[in-house]
């Protein structure tokens, strides 16, 4: 019997779970938009970040495998999100080209990360490993999206499903080495041993 194939199975269904949690991010941009119209001001950057990052929180504490406390991951998110976006859109002047997205999600991704990194369980290894990758996947996420020819000049809250897509692909294969199934599922109830008469 191999050892190494139950890990590999493992990551594979994290990765897989994980990765189907992109379709949050579309649903987390309509949701920011819905509650602070387009990313042209500090409040706008602000509130509709933090409302997309609590959809995208909520979504991905769903779909982690019970690997993240939804009671850390979701308000970290929704932090990380908002002040990101905040600290983001305000460095670019709210502009919306290519150079300008992708710094805008790295300085997103340089807040997100952090907070993020201090939710994953307590004895994760490495959790500066995901926070140092935060910066780049943002960048990533709104530089795929913009390539695509989505109208980023809407200023929306959160990259399209294309940079979605990039986003989830990459952290689900992290977050599938950096916190294993053992890392937060409860231990298993030791057996009560029972008297039986001989």
Do not use: C, K, N
Not at 53 to 74: C, K, N
Not at 137 to 162: C, K, M, N, P, R
């Amino acid at each position: 019997m191999s050892v190494s194939q139950p890990s590999r199975s493992t990551v594979t269904r994290t990765w897989w779970t994980w990765f189907a949690g992109f379709l949050a991010f579309p649903i987390a941009g309509v949701a920011g938009t819905a509650a602070a119209g387009r990313v042209d001001s500090p409040v706008a950057a602000l509130v509709g970040g933090t409302v997309a990052g609590v959809v995208i929180g909520a979504a991905q504490a769903l779909v982690s495998r019970r690997r993240l406390d939804p009671r850390r991951w979701i308000p970290a998110t929704a932090l990380g999100t908002g002040l990101g976006l905040l600290l983001g859109a305000t460095i670019v002047g709210y502009r919306t080209s290519l150079p300008d997205l992708a710094l805008m999600g790295a300085l997103t991704g340089a807040v997100l990360g952090p907070l993020q990194a201090l939710a994953l369980p307590a004895r994760t290894p490495a959790r500066w490993l995901w926070a140092a990758a935060m910066p780049a996947l943002w960048a990533l996420g709104w530089s795929v999206t913009t390539l695509d020819g989505i109208g980023v000049h809407e200023q929306f809250t959160v990259f399209g499903a294309y940079g979605a897509v990039t986003v989830s692909a990459l952290s689900g294969l992290l977050l599938a080495r950096l916190v294993p199934t053992h890392a937060v599922l409860p231990p298993a109830p030791t057996p009560v041993p029972l008297d039986v008469a001989s």
